[in-house]
Nanobody, 121 residues
Framework: VQLVESGGGLVQAGGSLRLSCAAS????????MGWFRQAPGKEREFLVY????????YYADSVKGRFTISRDNAENTVYLQMNSLKPEDSAVYYC???????????????WGQGTQVTVSS
């Protein structure tokens, strides 16, 4: 499965962005999509995942209450709505997919190429 992110860009602090991640094909009936980010000089950080079926969502504390994940299974697309953005949210954002995806990078089989998000102060 190939994943392609879009929607990154430059936004002022306090603003919002919505990222999209489109899968190249319909995924299996049980499949998790997640979002990670990586800032320069830092480890790739888990943000959130959504499992299918059931739609269970799990958020990292750093984004809980500000970021929301959603999924359109008919369109093979997952979204990340980011509100109240802060300069420290600046990073390359990656989506990931896998039948057993959780908060660890190693649990995902497929990764997108990343999209840059820059939050100015």
């Amino acid at each position: 499965v190939q994943l392609v992110e879009s929607g990154g860009g430059l936004v002022q602090a306090g603003g919002s962005l919505r990222l999209s991640c489109a899968a190249s094909e319909r995924t299996s009936s049980t499949y998790t999509m997640g979002w990670f980010r990586q800032a320069p000089g830092k480890e790739r950080e888990f943000l959130v995942y959504i499992a299918w079926p059931g739609g269970y969502e799990y958020y990292a504390d750093s984004v809980k209450g500000r970021f929301t994940i959603s999924r359109d299974n008919a369109e093979n697309t997952v979204y990340l709505q980011m509100n109240s953005l802060k300069p420290e949210d600046s990073a390359v954002y990656y989506c990931a997919g896998g039948p057993r995806g959780r908060w660890l990078r190693s649990t995902y089989d497929s990764w997108g190429q990343g999209t840059q998000v820059t939050v100015s102060s």
